[in-house]
């Protein structure tokens, strides 16, 4: 384990946000957008996404999500039917249908631009157009003002719709596993903001690494998650979201966990990252400007 660490040390300390190349200017505009994003798949962002998204919403923001992913998880995780959901994000992308005409209310507080399997092919269509890279940030402007928090589920894939994602975000939110291949992913993830930061938005920053379905018997966990601290410092939420049954059976219902069972221990720690995310934001005044 000892070698472990120490393998890792040097790899870790350029990953730090904090390392001079990663020093972000202070932004002037309010951080609003995140991009829940790793391209490593099963990590629990969709989770993060719509659950945050309800919390955030419970705690009286204005919210939107946009489901980023073909596979639609998000957009039937909050009640939308993938197949009914037209038009979606990929129309808005390719610039077929208005934010209006896309967006949808749904029933637990918060808004959503729903995506289903056709935003697949957004990809090749993408590929020709002018501004591809930033087709989503354009739709967006007209809509911001009407939200305090504007939260994006990515793919697990750096793809184009993933490149869109990362254009349009403040910040990005990187939901982790603590298990070995996580910090490696995280090394790869964090090269890929850099990329994106010098071509395509030098205002991206981490808003924050999520420790999720963390269970503490492994010494394993223990061990990344020290390694997450002391690597990261603040970056790292101080909210745990546990490994808790009642999240991976939420999505079956349709529901929010909270709207599901409100007082399970995953419906908390989402409402405990909730209230983290706005008191980070009170603390560093973002809220005022
Ligand atoms: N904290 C948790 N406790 C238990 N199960 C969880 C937890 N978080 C997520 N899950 C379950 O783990 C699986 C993967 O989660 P999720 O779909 O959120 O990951 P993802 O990163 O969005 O995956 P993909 O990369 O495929 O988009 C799902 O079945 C989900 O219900
Ligand atoms: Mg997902």
Redesign the pocket.
């Known amino acids: 384990m000892a070698k472990l660490q120490r393998k890792r040390e040097s790899e870790l300390a350029s990953l730090h946000p904090e390392a001079p190349e990663n020093v972000e200017k202070a932004s002037v505009r309010k951080q609003k957008i995140f991009a829940v994003t ?1 391209q490593k ?8 996404a719509v659950n945050l998204s309800a919390s955030l919403a419970a705690l009286g923001q204005r919210v939107l999500m946009i489901d980023l ?1 073909p ?1 639609g ?1 998000a957009t039937t995780g909050c009640g939308v039917h993938k197949r009914e959901a037209l038009p979606t994000v990929y129309q808005l992308l390719i610039g077929r249908s208005t934010f209006a005409e896309v967006r949808l209310h749904t029933e637990f507080g918060f808004d959503i631009l729903p995506a289903n399997r056709e935003l697949a092919g957004a990809e090749v269509e993408l590929i020709q157009m002018e501004r591809r890279e930033y087709r989503l940030r354009d739709a967006l402007a007209p809509a911001l003002a009407d939200y305090d928090f504007i939260l994006m589920d990515c ?2 894939a750096l793809n184009l719709l993933t490149v869109n994602g990362l254009a349009a975000a403040d910040s990005v939110i990187i ?1 982790m596993q603590c298990e070995y291949y996580a910090l490696e992913g995280l090394s790869d993830l964090v090269a890929t903001l850099k990329k994106v930061r010098s071509h395509l938005n030098s205002r991206l920053q981490i808003e924050g690494l999520l420790r ?2 963390y269970d503490p018997r492994s010494t394993l966990t223990q061990q990344v998650s020290a390694e997450l601290d002391s690597h990261f410092g603040d970056k790292v939420y101080r909210t745990i ?5 009642r ?2 059976e939420a ?1 079956s219902y349709a529901k929010p966990v909270t709207f599901f069972d409100r007082n399970s221990r ?1 419906a908390q720690a989402y409402m405990a990252l909730a209230q983290e995310v706005l008191d980070r934001r009170a603390a560093t005044g973002e809220s005022q400007q």
């Open positions: 790793n798949g099963g990590v629990g962002k969709t989770t993060t992913d596979q998880n793919p697990p939901p999720t379905m979201i546990p490994r808790n049954v999240l991976a999505p995953g």
